[in-house]
């Protein structure tokens, strides 16, 4: 669990969710929308992944592809950078892995660069 307070987890869980919100919004291909915590990503097809912030866990959850990652805030490395988000059981960045799940999806490289 992170050592984060309640607090400090919800203003950079809320800060994650919109940047992700805002890289995915030209995407062609899929549709995403952020309300209450949830960032939902529609395709085309009717399939949706959904990335969500987790307060009890201090967590953000992501489910795509028949999978599931909960990923943990690593503190920043240097005054005012933002925390990196990581799977402990796999090591997966959130960034890099929702890249790969919708470039997988949509059949093209994705690139969705960390703030």
Do not use: C
Not at 59 to 67: K, R, V, Y
Not at 88 to 99: C, F, M, N, P
């Amino acid at each position: 669990m992170s050592s984060l307070s309640e607090h400090e987890f919800e203003r950079v869980a809320d800060e994650t969710l919109h940047a992700l919100d805002s890289a995915l919004a030209d995407l062609d291909g899929l549709e995403a929308s952020l309300e209450m915590g949830i960032l939902t990503l529609d395709f085309a097809d009717g399939t949706k992944y959904v990335v969500n912030s987790h307060r009890a866990a201090r967590q953000i959850w992501m489910a795509a592809e028949h999978t599931a990652w909960h990923f943990d805030p690593l503190p920043a490395s240097s005054s005012g950078a933002k925390p990196k988000w990581i799977a402990t059981k796999s090591g997966d960045e959130l960034w890099s892995t929702l890249a790969a799940v919708v470039s997988r999806k949509l059949g093209r490289a994705v690139a969705l660069p960390a703030p």
